[in-house]
Nanobody, 116 residues
Framework: QVQLVESGGGLVQAGGSLRLSCAASGSIFSFNARAWYRQAPGKQRELIATIAGGSRTYYKDSVKGRFTISRDNAKNTVYLQMNSLKPEDTAVYYC??????????WGQGTQVTVSS
């Protein structure tokens, strides 16, 4: 079973940047895509970016042009580069192993706080 460990969260001022990493160990056959979700206090968890095994990407409109998802298959790691951060980006960010709408595994989450 795959295990996902996120890192790279922290406190940053508005307009700043952070890069999140999600390292995977083990494997889940067919859950080869990766996704980043986030959950702000009092809100539902939302999908913000995905990357397929073939590197096709998807972004939620609110992060498009500011966030970039990428993967290094040799390192079994997925990244989320976040630029031009806004206070409304404050949330716990989760990495997931996915296949279509199905989630095979979640990471433990990493806190991102953007101060104004």
């Amino acid at each position: 079973q795959v295990q996902l460990v996120e890192s790279g969260g922290g406190l940053v001022q508005a307009g700043g940047s952070l890069r999140l990493s999600c390292a995977a160990s083990g494997s889940i056959f067919s859950f080869n895509a990766r996704a980043w979700y986030r959950q702000a206090p009092g809100k539902q968890r939302e999908l913000i970016a995905t990357i397929a095994g073939g590197s096709r990407t998807y972004y939620k409109d609110s992060v498009k042009g500011r966030f970039t998802i990428s993967r290094d298959n040799a390192k079994n790691t997925v990244y989320l580069q976040m630029n031009s951060l806004k206070p409304e980006d404050t949330a716990v960010y989760y990495c997931a192993a996915t296949e279509g709408p199905r989630v095979g595994a979640w990471g433990q989450g990493t806190q991102v706080t953007v101060s104004s």
